[in-house]
């Protein structure tokens, strides 16, 4: 590899919202860093499960119920 091309790639702290802490290695900031972290996995939606709602735009789903309300 060349020299003096490629970051410095080294250990820092990650602090999620609930206030653990794990240790990675990463190019940001210097070594002993602390990265806190806005979104994580915790509060998430997408792996929470979040407050999905089904949004009837139209009478779409409604139309779509009367359609196959006989079926199965």
Known sequence: MQKDIHPDYHFI???MNDGT???TRS???KEGDTLTLDIDPTTHPAWTGGNQQLMDRGGRVSRFKDKFKGFA
Do not use: P
């Open 21 to 23: 802490t794990f240790q």
């Open 13 to 15: 702290t990650v602090k």
């Open 27 to 29: 190019t940001y900031g």
